[in-house]
């Protein structure tokens, strides 16, 4: 769906151009366009920051006072303590701990990109168990976000050599797919019953700030995590030297503590307010494995066919916390606080989305975040290990990536539900994820293969600039609306098109 025709070929370059001028004469405009189209928002942000502090601080307060909220601020802050202690940031430090390459822990990290393809699967479930969301949700949040307190033990007996390292290493692998494959489906179900069960303006209110919560929390947890994660190896290597691997026994900890988390995430889910009975309309006529003109609208195919192409190019980058330890031979205490400082921008970056979100365009938010990603892929394309300073260029780099990531994942939703409308929110959102999701891990795979063949610089280097080019193609084929203020649809009907029942499940 996405092959480079003449035609589509000649469409891209009069988006990226603005004129039918041939290429030499669309070169300035080649170039002025994107450094405007990046550099408007910063200066209108500029010019209204004081009054946007204020309303950000207010819709803040009102998300915190508000005692209807109270179980999605306890899921969320769960989810974020979940995400921190058992996510990439600590789960590739404890794989190359383990003795794991670059590639192949990159390989590895695969199934957690691949796992939300399983949610094509959900519109099939919830037909065949009678429309229990609520318990298909609360049983993929369970296998996925409490892994960490069977985990745990394993890596105590590894770092005892009590058992293999091998078999400390396919645990690990195994609680990195549950987070992928269950965990990910789970949180993508409770983006639908958020949907059903909020009104519109309080669903725009609360989804983006319990996103904001949880990555603040993330990084509330992983910066003493950054901090102690070296010093706390090398004196469980002083204190034991009878253990293989000391070095484990602080992963364990993390993970035990994630595993805590995913228990208290559970009991704020069971206290969200009932969703009853929720079945998708089957589509008519049925579909195959996965056909993009199935989607409701064609404003919808197209915008998933941009998506598909963001993700696939996002797949393709390295973990930057790969890159550090393998190239820049960092220490996983550096790892963990890139990923830390990652957290921070993302939080910052949450809060000022979700008051823009509010009223203004997700489009060009999305197409902003696209351009930010790809100037911090730029500049991680330099933090080549001949610099004075790598490290310091490439936590820069995490910070304008982590930014762009999490303005782009928040107006990526938002602009989901506002095209969905009235049509089948639960088909075309989990059709949305499975797609993004294959290209995704596509893309990974690929760049997993070429860093298993080499793990050096200039491969690297080309994996970060084919992901930055890919944005910006990305963010010049989307399509936007006429301004920033663009009347915002809200005339969503959230029941009609679902077969709902007032019963609990």
Not at 38 to 48: K, N, V
Not at 187 to 207: D, S, T
Not at 367 to 385: D, H, L, T, W
Request: glycine share 10%; hydrophobic share 55%; aromatic share 8%.
């Amino acid at each position: 769906m996405l092959l480079p025709t003449p035609a589509r070929l000649r469409v891209l370059w009069l988006r990226l151009t603005g004129s039918a001028a041939e290429p030499a004469a669309g070169t300035v405009s080649l170039v002025t366009r994107p450094l405007k189209a990046l550099s408007s928002p910063m200066i209108r942000a500029g010019r209204t920051a004081p009054a946007r502090a204020r309303q950000i601080k207010t819709e803040w307060a009102g998300f915190f006072g508000e005692g209807s909220y109270r179980a999605y601020r306890r899921q969320a802050a769960a989810a974020g303590v979940v995400g921190a202690f058992s996510g990439p940031a600590v789960a590739l430090p404890a794989l190359l701990v383990l003795g794991v390459g670059g590639g192949v822990a990159t390989v590895l990290m695969t199934a957690l990109v691949a796992g939300p393809v399983a949610s094509l699967a959900m519109p099939t479930l919830l037909r065949r168990s009678g429309g229990r969301m609520r318990n298909i949700t609360l049983a993929l949040v369970g296998a996925g976000d409490t892994s960490g307190l069977w985990v745990a033990p394993v890596l105590v007996l590894a770092a005892a050599g009590a058992v293999p390292s091998m078999v400390a290493l396919t645990v690990v692998f195994i609680s990195i797919a549950l987070s992928g494959f269950a965990s990910a489906t789970g949180y993508g179900n409770i983006g639908v019953w958020l949907r059903i069960v909020l009104p519109e303006g309080e669903r725009r209110a609360v989804a983006p700030r319990a996103a904001g919560l949880a990555a603040a929390l993330s990084a509330a947890v992983l910066i003493p995590v950054a901090l102690m994660i070296d010093p706390a190896s090398t004196l469980a290597k002083d204190a034991l030297p009878g253990f293989v691997t000391p070095a484990l026994l602080v992963f364990a900890v993390l993970y035990a503590a994630a595993g805590t988390a995913g228990l208290a995430e559970l009991a704020a889910l069971r206290s969200f307010p009932s969703i009853g009975r929720v079945t998708p309309i089957k589509p008519k006529p049925k579909p195959r494995s996965f056909n993009l003109a199935a989607m409701p609208s064609p404003v919808l195919t197209r915008f998933l066919r941009v998506a598909i192409l963001a993700a696939f190019g996002g797949g393709l980058a390295p973990y930057m916390s790969v890159y550090a330890m393998v190239v820049l031979h960092a220490s996983a205490g550096y790892a963990v606080g890139l990923a830390a400082v990652g957290a921070i921008a993302s939080v910052v970056a949450s809060t000022i989305c979700a008051a823009v979100l509010a009223g203004r365009s997700s489009s060009r938010l999305l197409r902003f975040s696209y351009g930010a990603v790809a100037i911090g892929y730029g500049v991680a394309f330099v933090a080549a290990p001949a610099l004075w300073d790598p490290l310091v260029v490439l936590m820069a780099s995490s910070v304008v990536v982590s930014a762009g990531a999490a303005t782009g994942r928040l107006a990526l939703s938002e602009r989901l539900f506002r095209l969905i409308g009235s049509a089948d929110p639960v088909g075309s959102v989990t059709r949305f994820t499975g797609g993004t999701s294959l290209a995704a891990a596509g893309g990974q795979g690929i760049g997993a293969l070429a860093l298993v063949a080499a793990s050096a610089w200039p491969v690297f280097a080309v994996l970060f600039a084919l992901t930055g080019v890919s944005r910006l193609v990305a963010a010049f084929a989307l399509d936007v609306s006429p301004s920033w203020s663009s009347a915002v649809n809200t005339r969503f009907s959230r029941r009609q098109e679902y077969m709902i029942s007032e019963r609990d499940c």
